[in-house]
């Protein structure tokens, strides 16, 4: 497999699986174009090569084929701003007329085809459909990390179709930064692992256990755990089915060598609303009617003593609900204790990184993954589909 770096693209006509997934509002605008910036480097580079550029890309869940709310026509003006050249538009991404338009294509010139989920056969792997969509170029690039984790067939079938297959920019980037906190991390090691619910997390903090020296645990999730040593949670986001499963990660954590910090005290409020009354209690004795919303000042200053002598974090999921600005302060304080750190830090998962843009500190940790799943299935220890076809 060679490097996007060294190959040359001159008269190769490339066809590149982004990930242009991304936020439009009522006016079918793009809200945010960060996947559309990350894949520009890789599109850059095969056209100041001199090669052409053909991109296929999903976007959003349409059920029953092409819907225009996920057309890929509405993102083709963000697409050009942010690359800086025309791009022409399929309305199709197989068949004739789309075959027509990128067998025409000129160096130096990119077209975008329609959505891949507009067919049922995309997300089934289908091997047919993979091989109409490997007629639209020479080269295959995988550049969406975001889709890593599905068999689909412009993820992963496709690479069977053609002779040379590498990754973009990106997905070289995601790769490398995922195989450092798994592989070659550096001690004092923490880990931080929120979010709402266990049942979600357990294959990773398991999977990390070996690694990390370090584990905060926060957001909703801790709320099972503190149930399953027997404090009192009030009306505290717990999923029952997982007391056990909270007791022996504690356990086998402690076995390790790990040390676990949940919260030791929290904000608490007698409704899910930002405008709720509020307190600080012990997180094992929150009073019936009141839920844990948030981390407490005691558990922010403990947090803050690990993050400083930490060497490499590793940040997936918040501390509390962050999007209500009363509930907020746990997850910006660690982000800003992150920021300060002179750790490698890599953050991953949708909600710590749609933190990390909130409170602007995207450009002060060492990397944002842009994968959701993709990353989670990558720190279980899992090989994503779309990794293991290009290699």
Known sequence: MSSIESFNFKVRKALIRVDFNVPLNEKLEVTDATRIAAASKTIKKILSDGGSVVLMSHLGRPKNGPEDKFSLKHIVQTLETEIGVPVMFSDDCIGEKALAASSQLKSGEVLLLENLRFYKEETAGDEVFAKALSNHGDVYVNDAFGTAHRAHASTTIVAKFMKDKLFGYLMDAEVANGLRVLQSAEHPYTAIIGGAKVSSKIDVITHLLDKIDNLIIGGGMAFTFFKAQGGEVGSSLVENDYLDTATKILSLAKEKGVNVLLPEDSLVADAF???????????????????????????????????????????????????????????????????????????????????????????????????????LELLEGKTLPGVAAIK
């Open 273 to 375: 609303s930002n405008d709720a009354s509020t307190k600080v209690v012990a997180s094992m004795s929150i009073p019936s009617g009141w839920m844990g919303l948030d981390v407490g000042p005691k558990a922010i200053e403990t947090y803050r003593t690990i993050i400083a002598s930490s060497k490499t974090i590793l940040w997936n999921g918040p501390l509390g609900v962050f999007e209500m600005d009363n509930f907020s302060n746990g997850t910006k304080s660690l982000g800003e204790m992150i920021a300060a750190s002179s750790a490698y830090s890599l953050v991953g998962g949708g909600d710590s990184v749609a933190a990390v843009k909130k409170f602007n500190l995207t450009d002060k940790v060492s990397y944002v993954s842009t994968g959701g799943g993709a990353l």
